[in-house]
């Protein structure tokens, strides 16, 4: 497939990122990660976390690059999931509190008046 398999399966809105991330490890052999899509045989796109380390010789220089790509996408949907139902609830609370501070000031106002 050349040079361009891996870019030609990721998600349009990850190539760029991935080939910075990509870049910035070959460059400094920092380790490799980040959370990517790649595309499917059906068409559709899974997330994957991608991770490498390089391996170094005996001088210190990089000489290969071990890596592995995991499918995550049921832990993203969770992760989405817990961050609606947070989201979610933190709105219910704001509102719940505001109501409370309304009969809270109402209650003052009834006990002014008396």
């Not at 399966?9 to 460059?27: F, N, Q, T, Y």
């Not at 961050?83 to 719940?96: G, H, I, N, P, T």
């Amino acid at each position: 497939m050349g040079p361009d398999m891996w870019n030609n399966l990721l998600h349009p809105d990850d190539r760029a990122r991935a080939r910075e991330v990509w870049g910035h490890s070959l460059s400094t052999g920092a380790d490799y990660n980040i959370e990517y899509r790649f595309k499917a045989k059906d068409g559709s796109y899974r997330w994957f976390l991608g991770q490498a380390l390089p391996r170094r010789g005996e001088d210190g220089q990089i000489i290969a690059w071990f890596g592995t790509c995991t499918d995550i996408q049921e832990q993203r949907q969770m992760r989405e999931q817990l961050e609606a139902a947070y989201s979610d609830l933190e709105a219910k609370v704001m509102f719940r509190t505001l109501d409370l501070e309304h009969e809270v000031q109402s209650l003052k106002q009834q006990l002014g008046a008396k």
